[in-house]
């Protein structure tokens, strides 16, 4: 694949990927960030493809960094959700550190708006799919997204003013 068919694939594809991703993440810098990735691995790849099956490539390699992307993000959450410390090896400052953190977070969580916090939780705590979610509320998919999307994006902002 030369530079000028790579250059015509990612004008082309783009926009389609990156609006895939966006539809399941709800987040435009991810799905950017992932559509970008996937062209990169594409680039990589370039003298093992097929130019037929390349569009369907593309969103094969897009939806397996947005999983991986998405259980990265859960695993990291169950981290920190279920850290202990050992009071032998970590210092004090760790401690009020993740004290204060656990604080922060506990705080964002009772600021949040009911609807993202019940959703969020369900997710995160529950284990549930959104699918499980959308049936017990009594929502969409669609919404049960949105409101995880807008859960984890409001948790960011005040996680970041509170540190």
Known sequence: MTREEFKNLFEEHFAQVRNYVFFRSGNTEVATDIAQETFLKIWEKQNSIQPEKVKGLLFKIANDLFVSHYRHEKRSFEFFN?????????????????????????????GMPENQRTVFLMSRVDNLKYAEIADMVGISVKAVEKRMTKALEYLRVNLKTNE
Do not use: C, G, I
């Open 82 to 110: 279920h850290y202990r410390f050992n009071t032998v090896s970590d210092s004090p400052e760790e401690q009020m550190a993740y004290k204060q953190l656990k604080e922060s977070y506990q705080m964002a969580l009772r």
